[in-house]
């Protein structure tokens, strides 16, 4: 009798080695195991998680690289929309771990899988992203989720490899880590509180750079395209700037945020790269759209954000939003010029031959050449007539 087959979203930490061990051994499945690079993957790292893999007893492994796909299908939307969930965080998790399902889901197809399963623990909201793209992509298989079923202790876990000679260091790391192209998060103990910083040792990069330096940051139809000169691919961009920015401390933050289960969350993040493309976007966009482009955007922005944010990427409606925002990058082209410094940036200012302020038209507080007091008077008048006929009609006093 053939075995089942069960695709097995492995990140080789001690939850998904838990999974791999207790569907192949306990359960009698045949496990596939897939991990999903969305950029925070060195060669090194994929050769390490096959050799887990090993050590567990699995015959099959495969590492599936889309960090090119989610730039183009995801970071370059977040982009255009300039989103930052409460106004603070870039998405840097969330945005990649629908990637991380969907890649998931063609796999488990790809190799006609009877049963898909993930190491998501019932108090995230990881567990809703998985699912949700799972149940759209691949309804006819069964979800596995030992981890959330069994409500296991870490040292239940432990104990439970050990027992199928799994011998491992799982000494828990003090600090959770999440690294992709998009930033990486920082889960510990002060982020289960609501007054705690993360200390310095928390932080993935260690902030040593204390010369200011001003960078020139080049985009084209809204992308990022290159820095100092140098013409570089979006992806390559977001590498260099935050090889650049991140010594200086920049892009370091904590979130605080409603959870899509409905509880309150915190994490830490850094995000050099993002926090400034984003707001050099923003910038740039101030410069070359119109008060209503903006205004829109910014609507359907959110919305973008809080969708992608919350697990429904292949929600239809996200295609309609990104022919939105795709359409009001034509004129999002130009340089942003951003100091860095110790703990913070500055955007100084832009350059762009679609500079609306460069019309000619007029200087702001100087000089009108387009036209002339008596137009605004007249303009002037009758834009109060509406709130003048509601003062006096409705008006007592």
Known sequence: ?????????????????YCAVHLSGEKGYDVYTAAVNTGGFSPAEEKELARKTEQLGIDHHICLNVEEEFYQKGIRYLIFGNVLKNHTYPLSVSAERVFQAIAIAEYAKSINADAIAHGSTGAGNDQVRFDLVFNVMVPEMEIITPIRDQKLSREEEVEYLESHGVEQEWAKAKYSINQGLW????????????????????????????????????????????????????????????????????????????????????????????????KAHQLLEKHVLGKWQLYWKDQLSEWYGMLMHEGQYLDPVMR??????????????????VKLEPGCFTLEGIQSGNDLMASGHGQYGEMNNAWSGDDVKGFTKILANSMLIQKQVQNND
């Open 1 to 17: 009798m053939n075995k089942k087959k069960v695709v097995l979203a492995f990140s080789g930490g001690l939850d998904t080695s």
């Open 320 to 337: 309609d939003i990104e022919v939105f925002l795709e359409n009001t990058q034509q004129n999002v082209s130009g340089k942003v010029f």
């Open 183 to 278: 930033g990486t998060s920082v889960g510990g103990a002060e982020t289960l509180t609501s007054h705690q910083p993360l200390p310095e040792e928390a932080w993935p990069t260690k902030a040593v750079e204390n010369d200011m330096k001003t960078i020139e940051l080049e985009f084209k139809n809204g992308e990022p395209v290159g820095i100092e000169g140098e013409n570089l691919s979006p992806v390559e961009t977001i590498r260099k700037l935050n090889e650049i920015a991140a010594p200086y401390g920049i892009g370091r933050d904590v979130h605080v945020g409603d959870t899509i289960i409905g509880i309150k969350g915190r994490v830490g993040f850094e995000a050099a790269a993002p926090l400034i493309i984003i």
